[in-house]
């Protein structure tokens, strides 16, 4: 099962900002939170992610709070193209201390209108 | 650099046939992941491919399914005796590698997907 929570779906007018929440109570100390977008049933797309300190790159900025419960995904200016399931996810750390599968859970669907 | 190819892009199979679904991972990855997703629902992990080896079939229903990633060539997941309920898009993803810190390395890069409808 996800170990995240989002909200199901949010709208945001286009050239604003969007702030896509996302709860991970039971985040573990060496679980990473990553953040995925699908656009229109393509294949999941990466955008960030994090460990405990804010991250941005050219796609969006990520907030976790200083308990590591909570984040943010922000797309500051965001445009029609944005409009897509965005997924929240904890990075499952395994046994051998590697990352492999990706645990999707329902995700926020955006909607970017003009 | 070519990414993630999968084909077919899309299969029509009845039921009781096979679907052999294929995934190149991008050139340089070693790593392969296969990922169904229902229709109206999120992506479930199936299984985790190295070359030649199954690393993580977790995900995989017991009967009717298998993957492979040989050594020269795409993996395969293949679906036997196909059923209504496998309809779905099935995607493909790869990786460098898994170990080490999250980082760019352990980045999981996904293909368009295969959408399988069973007649």
């Known amino acids: 099962d996800a170990k995240t929570t989002q909200p199901p779906s949010m709208d945001c007018a286009e050239g604003r900002a969007a702030n896509l929440p996302c709860n991970h109570s039971?985040?573990?100390?060496?679980?990473?939170v990553y953040w995925y977008r699908q656009i229109h049933s393509q294949g999941p797309q990466y955008i960030i992610h994090?460990?405990?300190n804010n991250e941005t790159n050219e796609m969006a900025s990520l907030i976790i709070t200083e308990d590591r419960k909570s984040s943010t995904l922000i797309l500051p200016h965001a445009t029609l193209r944005d409009t897509a399931v965005y997924y929240c996810?904890?990075?499952?750390?395994?046994?051998?201390?590697?990352?492999?599968?990706?645990?999707f859970g329902a995700g926020t669907r955006l909607a970017v209108h003009p | 650099n070519a990414g993630v190819m999968q084909n077919p892009r899309h299969l029509v199979r009845r039921r009781g046939q096979e679907a052999r679904l294929r995934c190149s991972p991008m050139?340089?990855?070693?790593?392969v992941y296969w990922y169904r997703q229902l229709p109206e629902e999120g992506l479930k992990f199936m299984v985790y491919?190295?070359?030649?080896?199954?690393?993580?079939e977790s995900g995989m229903p017991k009967e009717r399914f298998s993957a492979e990633f040989p050594k020269e060539g795409p993996s395969i997941l293949r679906i036997q005796q196909v059923v209504r309920g496998d309809s779905a898009a099935y995607f493909c993803?790869?990786?460098?590698?898994?170990?080490?810190?999250?980082?760019?390395?352990?980045?999981?890069?996904f293909g368009p997907g295969t959408r399988l409808t069973v007649l």
């Open positions: 050139k340089g990855h070693s790593h």
């Open positions: 996810i904890v990075r499952v750390l395994t046994g051998t201390g590697g990352y492999n599968k990706l645990i």
């Open positions: 993803a790869s990786s460098t590698r898994t170990s080490g810190r999250a980082g760019k390395y352990n980045e999981q890069f």
């Open positions: 039971t985040i573990s100390g060496n679980e990473y």
């Open positions: 994090g460990l405990k």
């Open positions: 491919l190295q070359k030649e080896n199954i690393i993580d």
